[in-house]
C-alpha cells in the first residue's frame, strides 16, 4: 500500500470504513458497542447503539440480532425511564423465540419486572412477581425474613424452580478374608416447585443390609430415612430443612441481600448474610463465572451449565453488631443446570475409588471396584438404575 493511500484511509471518516463490513457483522459491532456501554453504565450511548443495531436488523432481513440485543436494550431502556419501549423489545423476543430461547429466564424475568400497574416503584425495586407469592413451609419464617427476601433484586428474579424426580438404585459389595457385606439402596429424590422461587427437595432413601461373616447365617436389616430441605436463589439459600417430620433446621434471619445471579449472565454478584436455627451466621459471596454446554458434563444433560464460584465463612457479631469473620474464607464452585432448575451437585453421588471419594452422576451398569485403606478388603459398586424423570 503506497503513502499517498494510508494518508488517504487516514482521512477517511470512520463511518466510511465500518460500512465496507457485512451488515451482519455491523450490527454485531454495534451490538457489542452498546453492551459495553451498559455495562460502563453510559445510557445514552448504549441506546445509540442499540437503536443503530436495530436499525441495521431492519434494513437488511439477512441479519440476525443476536439475543443479548433485546435483553440488553430491555434494560437500558428500562433504567432510562422508557418501560414502554422496554416492554415492546421483550415481548418481541418472547414472541420471536417463545421459551426455546437462551436468554428466555431473563427477559421473562425483566418482562414480570416491567408488569407493574403505571405509578409503582420503578425497576429498581419492583413488587414480587404474582407467581412467587409466600410458599406454604412446615416452619414458619419470621415476617421480617420474608420481607426482606421479598424486598431483595436476588428474589425477585429467581424464577427458576422446576418439577424433577430422580430414582437411583445402586448394590454395593464389599469383601473381607472372614466376610462378605452387601448394601442395596433404593432413592428418590423429588423436586417440587412450591413456586417458581421455592424449591423444595425430598430425599427417600431404603438401605437393605446383609452381613455374612464365614460359618455363620448373614444377618439382614433395613432402613428407611425420609428428609427434606426448602431453598431458594437457585439453592443457594436454605430456608430450612426437616428430618423424620421433625424441623432440623430453618433461616431465622436475612440480614443482607444485596445483587443477583439471576437471571444468569456472566458478571453477576450476589452477597448475602444469613443466619439459623442452629448457631450459625454465614456470609456468602457468589460471582457467575461463565457457561458451557451441559452435555460437555454428562451426556444426559441438555441445556447450558453455568459455574458459580462462592466465597462462605462463618461470622460473629463485633462491636456495634457488625459483621466479624470468625472462620477461614471457604471456596467453592458450583454448577448450575439451566435445564433441570439446579445445581449439578443434587444429582452427583460419592462414589469410592481406590480409597477416596468424588462426586459424579453415576452411569448405570457401571461396576467400579476400590479398596479399602487399612483393612484387606474391596468395595464393589454397581448402580443398576439412576435416571431423572
Request: aromatic letters at 6%; charged letters at 15%; one cysteine or more.
Amino acid at each position: 500500500m503506497n503513502k499517498l493511500l494510508i494518508a488517504a484511509l487516514g482521512l477517511m471518516p470512520a463511518t466510511s470504513l465500518w460500512a465496507a463490513l457485512p451488515p451482519q457483522v455491523e450490527a454485531d459491532r454495534h451490538v457489542l458497542r452498546a453492551q459495553q456501554e451498559l455495562k460502563a453504565g453510559a445510557m445514552d450511548q448504549a441506546l445509540a447503539e442499540f437503536a443503530l443495531a436495530e436499525k441495521q436488523g431492519s434494513l437488511d432481513k439477512t441479519v440476525t440480532l443476536p439475543e443479548g440485543f433485546y435483553t440488553g436494550y430491555a434494560t437500558a431502556l428500562a433504567q432510562s425511564g422508557k418501560t414502554a419501549q422496554a416492554r415492546q423489545v421483550l415481548e418481541n423476543y418472547l414472541n420471536k423465540y417463545r421459551n426455546s430461547g437462551s436468554s428466555y429466564q431473563q427477559a421473562l424475568a425483566q418482562y414480570v419486572a416491567l408488569d407493574q400497574p403505571a405509578g409503582s416503584a420503578p425497576v429498581a425495586s419492583v413488587a414480587v412477581p404474582r407467581n412467587c407469592a409466600r410458599a406454604e413451609l412446615p416452619f414458619a419464617l419470621d415476617e421480617s425474613v420474608w420481607r426482606a427476601l421479598e424486598s431483595s433484586l436476588a428474589y425477585q428474579s429467581s424464577t427458576v424452580a422446576k418439577n424433577l424426580t430422580l430414582v437411583g438404585e445402586k448394590t454395593e459389595v464389599t469383601k473381607g478374608k472372614a466376610f462378605v457385606n452387601q448394601t442395596s439402596e433404593q432413592q428418590e429424590r423429588r423436586f417440587t416447585a412450591l413456586n417458581p422461587c421455592v424449591l423444595q427437595t425430598r430425599l427417600q432413601q431404603t438401605t437393605s443390609f446383609s452381613n455374612k461373616v464365614v460359618f455363620s447365617a448373614a444377618k439382614v436389616s433395613m432402613s428407611t430415612l425420609t428428609s427434606s430441605a426448602y431453598s431458594t436463589l437457585g439453592g443457594l439459600l436454605l430456608l430450612g430443612s426437616e428430618s423424620g417430620g421433625e424441623v432440623a433446621n430453618r433461616l431465622k434471619a436475612l440480614e443482607d441481600v444485596t445483587g443477583s445471579l439471576f437471571p444468569l449472565q456472566t458478571g453477576n454478584k450476589l452477597h448475602l448474610v444469613a443466619s439459623y436455627q442452629l448457631p450459625q451466621k454465614m456470609r456468602l459471596d457468589c460471582s457467575v463465572v461463565g457457561q458451557m454446554p451441559a452435555s460437555g458434563i454428562d451426556r444426559r444433560l441438555t441445556g447450558n451449565a453455568w459455574r458459580i464460584d462462592c466465597t462462605s465463612v462463618a461470622i460473629t457479631d463485633g462491636p456495634g453488631q457488625q459483621p466479624v469473620s470468625s472462620g477461614e474464607a471457604r471456596q467453592s464452585s458450583r454448577i448450575f443446570l439451566e435445564d433441570t432448575g439446579l445445581m449439578i451437585n443434587e444429582l452427583q453421588q460419592v462414589q469410592m475409588e481406590n480409597g477416596a471419594g468424588r462426586l459424579l452422576i453415576p452411569t448405570p451398569g457401571q461396576s467400579v471396584t476400590s479398596t479399602v485403606p487399612g483393612v484387606n478388603a474391596t468395595v464393589t459398586t454397581i448402580w443398576t438404575r439412576y435416571e431423572w424423570l
